[in-house]
């Protein structure tokens, strides 16, 4: 089966940075993606950034222009880059993975299988 490990989270001043880690292992057969959620207490969990196995990416509006994702394909290691971090940024932000092309948008967190154990954001 599948396994997402995330890295990376911790705590940051507004208009910070951090990057967070998400190690792939396991084997998923055929065309899938993979994307970034975040999930902060009382909210539903929403879709921050997505990555499909061509390298076209997708951003959550809120987030478009401050994080980057990415993947080094060689590692099995997908990426989140996130610069000016605000306080609305804190959450637990989640790895994830679904097969198939695209994603609904903006991403629902039910169309995705595979889900890591999360690393805690937090801006202040």
């Known amino acids: 089966h599948v396994q997402l490990v995330e890295s990376g989270g911790g705590s940051v001043q507004a208009g910070g940075s951090l990057r967070l880690s998400c190690a792939a292992s396991g084997y998923i057969k055929g065309v899938y993606c993979m994307g970034w959620f975040r999930q902060a207490p009382g909210k539903e969990r929403e879709g921050v950034a997505g990555?499909?196995?061509?390298?076209?990416?997708s951003y959550a509006d809120s987030v478009k222009g401050r994080f980057t994702i990415s993947k080094d394909n060689a590692k099995n290691i997908l990426y989140l880059q996130m610069n000016a971090l605000k306080p609305e940024d804190t959450a637990m932000y989640y790895c994830?993975?679904?097969?198939?092309?695209?994603?609904?948008?903006?991403?629902?967190?039910?169309?995705?299988?595979?889900w890591g154990q999360g690393t805690q954001v937090t801006v202040s």
């Open positions: 994830a993975a679904r097969y198939g092309v695209g994603w609904r948008r903006p991403p629902v967190a039910d169309d995705w299988g595979y």
């Open positions: 990555i499909e196995s061509d390298g076209t990416t």
